[in-house]
Antibody, heavy 116, light 111 residues
């Protein structure tokens, strides 16, 4: 069965960095685009970034462009999100999701808290 | 403020029907981009409910249905059950923003 497991969340100070990872299993990872979506506490869903199956095509939301970098390792079935220059407004649960033109599978999420 | 507009909350009695609207514009839903719906139960990750406007995801009861007309879409839930209490989100793509977009979410309360 399809499984997505995020890791790497935690507490970080404003201006700091954090790297999130998503381990995928149960499907041919290299066949699918992958996406990061976040949800601030008590708020709605916000798309963050997606990466094509080959890793060649990458897109970011305006709110994170220039600070976040998405990457993938198809050999390790792994998706990453490098987050730099973090701000308080980046505080959220970060989900990785399989992108089938819709988001058909989601991980359980990992909480990132940006606070001094 | 979300590009896709949903009512913040809806409610209905057990066994009744509710609809949740999702209103967009000519740069997203009205530009023929598909609408997808997600259900988020309390404390859990979102789950795909309806894809490509009208198709139920695997395992989703036929009490849930989606429709789309012009720049708007709707999710209908019939025969409301207590387990349907959740937040519901619509999602599409906006060509002007070159971005995936979500509605602000609708909290469903089953009375």
């Amino acid at each position: 069965q399809v499984q997505l497991v995020e890791s790497g969340g935690g507490l970080v100070k404003p201006g700091g960095s954090l790297r999130l990872s998503c381990a995928a299993s149960g499907f041919t990872f290299s066949d699918y685009y992958m996406t990061w979506i976040r949800q601030a506490p008590g708020k709605g869903l916000e798309w963050v970034s997606y990466i094509s199956n080959s890793g060649i095509n990458i897109y970011y939301a305006d709110s994170v462009r220039g600070r976040f970098t998405i990457s993938r390792d198809n050999a390790r079935n792994s998706l990453d999100l490098q987050m730099n220059s973090l701000k308080a407004e980046d505080t959220a649960v970060y989900y990785c999701a399989r992108d089938s033109h819709n988001f058909d599978y989601w991980g359980q999420g990992t909480l990132v808290t940006v606070s001094s | 403020q979300s590009v896709l507009t949903q009512p913040p909350s809806v409610s209905g009695a057990s066994g009744q029907m509710v609809t949740i609207s999702c209103t967009g514009s000519n740069s997203n839903i009205g530009a023929f981009y598909d609408v997808h719906w997600y259900q988020q139960l309390p404390g859990t990750a979102p789950k795909l409910l309806i894809y490509d406007n009208t198709n139920r995801a695997s395992g989703v009861p036929d009490r849930f249905s989606g429709s789309k007309s012009g720049a708007s879409a709707s999710l209908a839930i019939t025969g409301l059950q207590a387990e349907d209490e959740a937040d519901y989100y619509c999602q599409s793509y906006d060509v002007s923003l070159s971005a995936v977009i979500f509605g602000g979410g609708t909290k469903l309360t089953v009375l």
